[in-house]
């Protein structure tokens, strides 16, 4: 296949081969499990396998279709999601304005150095935790602010490189929101930035309608595992959660930086 240019315009499905699409399914049908066991994180698996599959421009508008469905439905699972998202409805705004300057900057910038950046993040994160765990008293005083900052990046990141969840799962884990709610509202905040993508790259031409419609059944696998993982979190203590939120983003660094490596020595 050619590599995308700057208009970043994904060919028909029925020009892949079959391999090709078996192995889309493959990494689809994972990347969702991981969500619903994490509550988040299909693009933290299928980002990194798509882009040395395909290339990283191609990879993101892949997984618009299937990300958008199961961000949905991850929101409202569980009930209670007025009260899950009442303190941060304005959350969506902020990811939504980051959002539409990230796809801008998708069409027109290099993904590395977004995925580079991401990938500090997530480490400076994770070297100051182990200082001072579970909580900041700085970030709970001045949440508001924390909050639109995190929204602007997450929004951002999520239409550049399709994974923006770890600003806000940082930004949650600070505040101490609890399990339920903080699944509910990340998932609610990117569905606006979702939203904000698809029809961006809709209008700007570079996915088609007929092949959003072509990606749907692949959302639909996607959706069938989400809700295998569900099963498996639902089963998991809150202090076992967290660890394993933390251990999540290990490995998402380590994936963003494998990402990069590949972009950089692969063919």
């Not at 209670?80 to 941060?88: D, F, I, P």
């Not at 602007?152 to 770890?166: H, K, R």
Request: charge should be positive.
């Amino acid at each position: 296949m050619p590599p995308l240019g700057l208009s970043a315009r994904l060919v028909s499905l029925a020009d892949f081969a079959l391999w090709e699409l078996a192995a889309f399914a493959a990494v689809v049908a994972a990347a969702g499990f991981l969500h619903g066991v994490v509550g988040f994180g299909f693009p933290i698996l299928a980002m990194p396998v798509l882009s040395a599959l395909f290339d990283a421009k191609r990879a993101v508008l892949l997984t618009v279709v299937p990300i958008l469905v199961i961000v949905a439905v991850s929101a409202v699972r569980g009930g209670g999601l007025r009260a899950s998202v009442g303190r941060y409805w304005w959350l969506p705004l902020c990811t939504a304005a980051g959002g539409l300057a990230g796809v801008r900057a998708f069409l027109i910038a290099p993904v590395e150095a977004v995925t580079l950046l991401l990938a500090a993040l997530i480490l400076l994160y994770l070297v100051l935790d182990r200082y001072a765990p579970g909580r900041s008293a700085f970030v709970e005083r001045h949440w508001v602010a924390f909050g639109a900052a995190a929204g602007l990046a997450g929004g951002a990141m999520e239409t550049t490189v399709n994974i923006g969840v770890p600003p806000l799962l940082i930004y949650f884990l600070l505040v101490r929101v609890e399990p339920l709610a903080m699944v509910q509202s990340i998932n609610f905040v990117f569905l606006a930035s979702k939203l904000v993508q698809a029809a961006t790259l809709m209008h700007a031409g570079a996915l088609p309608p007929r092949t959003a419609a072509a990606l749907v059944p692949f959302a639909a696998l996607a959706t069938a595992t989400l809700y295998a993982g569900m099963r498996v979190r639902d089963r998991l203590s809150v202090d076992t959660y967290r660890r394993a939120l933390r251990v999540f983003l290990w490995l998402a660094a380590a994936g963003l930086l494998a990402r990069v490596v590949w972009g950089a020595v692969g063919p």
